[in-house]
């Protein structure tokens, strides 16, 4: 399998700030990584496809970069509603993996 | 709007099966790829697998023995089961349509991902 890798696994930050996640494969995975945000008891929702598609309806301040082994998700000013759990996952593999999650928290 | 919506029993017995089902509203199941997603109570998400609307599977190596993804498109829906359950299949069970882009260049590239997820439905594996 696929190992996926986040970092940090929480992280604390204010209202504005721009924060940076990353997400390390095990091998290379091309651009087969999605971003996924949750927040407590609700269901994941599609942020970013293919390392850099941004889904419809999601607004413009989430980013995601990178290709190979290391990938970026980034919120380029947080918004309250921002503050969630957010998930990397690749595609490159049949069997699908998802990285262990980034708590964002309000500082 | 595609809507997807879990339902089964939220109690299940040590060494039963696991049934659940997932209805797909507002859309067709055919012509997608639909998946199985669980998270443990306070852990991370764990995929275990999907079906295409022929009814081509594909599923989680570590869950493979136990798992059974079936798809019945006269009623538009989808249905897990999960045999000889123990309290470590104790999770919250999510439905998704798998999507996929294709992108053209000097080879097509296919990318695939989670776009339309079901609210989840809690199975505890309890006596």
């Known amino acids: 399998d696929i190992q996926m890798t986040q970092s940090p696994s929480s992280l604390s930050a204010s209202v504005g700030d721009r924060v940076t996640i990353t997400c390390r494969a095990s091998?290379?995975?091309?651009?087969?990584l999605n971003w996924y945000q949750q927040k407590p008891g609700k269901a994941p929702k599609l942020l970013i496809y293919?390392?850099?598609s941004l889904q419809s309806g999601v607004p413009s301040r989430f980013s995601g970069s990178g290709s190979g082994t290391d990938f970026t998700l980034t919120i380029s000013s947080l918004q309250p509603e921002d503050f969630a759990t957010y998930y990397c996952?690749?595609?490159?593999?049949?069997?699908?993996?998802f990285g262990q999650g980034t708590r964002l928290e309000i500082k | 709007q595609v809507q997807l919506q879990e339902s089964g029993p939220g109690l299940v017995k040590p060494s039963e099966t696991l049934s659940l089902t997932c209805t797909v509203s507002?859309?067709?199941?055919?012509?997608?790829?639909w998946s199985w997603i669980r998270q443990p109570p306070g852990k991370g998400l764990e995929w275990i697998g999907y079906?295409?609307?022929?009814?081509?599977?594909n599923y989680n190596p570590s869950l493979k023995s136990r798992v059974t993804i079936s798809v019945d498109t006269s009623k538009n829906q989808f249905s897990l089961k999960l045999s000889s359950v123990t309290a470590a299949d104790t999770a919250v069970y999510y439905c998704?349509?798998?999507?996929?882009?294709?992108?053209?260049?000097?080879?097509?590239?296919?990318?695939?991902?989670?776009?339309?997820w079901g609210k989840g439905t809690t199975v505890t594996v309890s006596s």
């Open positions: 998704a349509r798998r999507r996929v882009t294709m992108v053209r260049g000097v080879k097509d590239y296919y990318y695939y991902y989670m776009d339309v």
């Open positions: 507002g859309g067709s199941i055919s012509s997608y790829y």
């Open positions: 079906i295409y609307y022929s009814g081509s599977t």
């Open positions: 091998q290379s995975i091309s651009s087969y």
């Open positions: 293919a390392a850099s």
């Open positions: 996952q690749q595609s490159y593999s049949t069997a699908i993996t």
